[in-house]
C-alpha cells in the first residue's frame, strides 16, 4: 500500500508554453501534498504544501503564479508550470501524507521537465 | 528551524566493504529524521526512520542508522556493501511530526568499486 503517482514522467515542453504535472495517492487519501524540485546532482527543496481544498503555502522565493497548484480532491494534487522557460527545466517530486494514522509522506516518482 | 548537513558529497567503497554515510542534523524541537536512496531519474525510497522509539534503527537492504542526540547526528551503515548500493543517498528531518515537511542534506553519492 501506501502508493503515489505521478503523470507524465518525462515532458518535453516549448519555451511559453504550460505544463501541468498530476500527483495522486492510489490507494489512500492525502490530506496533504508536498512538491519538491531537484535540479541536477543537487538535492530536493521543497516548493509547495498542499492541502486538500484550500490555497497552497509557497516556500520563499516560489513564485506562486508561475506555479501553480491545485489540490481539489483527496487523492490528486496537480502543479502547473505557466509559460515555461529553459531554466525551469528540473526533476518535480511530489509527496503526499495519510490522512490518517501513520501520518507519513510517501513519494512519487517524480516528474523530469526539459524546457526547449 | 531546521537544517541537515551530510558530510561528503562524494563516498566511495570496494565492494564488501564497511559504509557509512554521515548525517548531522539542527532542530529546536525533537526530530524525526529519514534516510531515502535516490536512483537515477527515479524518486525517493526509504530506507529508515527515527521517530523517537529505538536510537538504532534497522532499514531495508541491510542499512541501519543510529540516532545520537548529543552529537545530533544520524549516521547510516551497512556493513558489506553491494554494487547495486551505488545510488544517491539524503538524509532528512522533520519537526517532530512523521508526516510533515522535510528537510534535506545535500546528498551523498555512493558509488561501489568491484
Known amino acids: 500500500g501506501a502508493v503515489v503517482s505521478q503523470h507524465p514522467s518525462r515532458v518535453i515542453c516549448k519555451s511559453g508554453t504550460s505544463v501541468k504535472i498530476e500527483c495522486r495517492s492510489l490507494d489512500f487519501q492525502a490530506t496533504t501534498m508536498f512538491w519538491y524540485r531537484q535540479f541536477p546532482k543537487q538535492s530536493l527543496m521543497l516548493m509547495a504544501t498542499s492541502n486538500e481544498g484550500s490555497k497552497a503555502t509557497y516556500e520563499q522565493g516560489v513564485e506562486k503564479d508561475k506555479f501553480l497548484i491545485n489540490h481539489a480532491s483527496l487523492t490528486l494534487s496537480t502543479l502547473t508550470v505557466t509559460s515555461a522557460h529553459p531554466e525551469d527545466s528540473s526533476f518535480y517530486i511530489c509527496?503526499?501524507?495519510?490522512?490518517?494514522?501513520?501520518?507519513?509522506?510517501?513519494f512519487g516518482p517524480g516528474t523530469r521537465l526539459t524546457v526547449t | 528551524a531546521q537544517s541537515v548537513t551530510q558530510l561528503g558529497s562524494h563516498v566511495s567503497v570496494s565492494e564488501g566493504a564497511l559504509v557509512l554515510l554521515r548525517c548531522n542534523y539542527s532542530s529546536s524541537v525533537p526530530p524525526y529524521l529519514f534516510w531515502y536512496v535516490q536512483y537515477p531519474n527515479q524518486g525517493l525510497q526509504l530506507l529508515l526512520k527515527y521517530t523517537s522509539a529505538a536510537t538504532l534503527v534497522k532499514g531495508i537492504n541491510g542499512f541501519e542508522a543510529e540516532f545520537k542526540k548529543s552529537e545530533t547526528s544520524f549516521h547510516l551503515t551497512k556493513p558489506s556493501a553491494h554494487m547495486s548500493d551505488a545510488a544517491e543517498y539524503f538524509c532528512a528531518v522533520s519537526d517532530g511530526n512523521a508526516g510533515n515537511m522535510l528537510t534535506f542534506g545535500g546528498g551523498t553519492r555512493l558509488m561501489v568499486k568491484p
Open positions: 509527496s503526499a501524507r495519510r490522512g490518517s494514522p501513520p501520518y507519513e509522506q510517501y
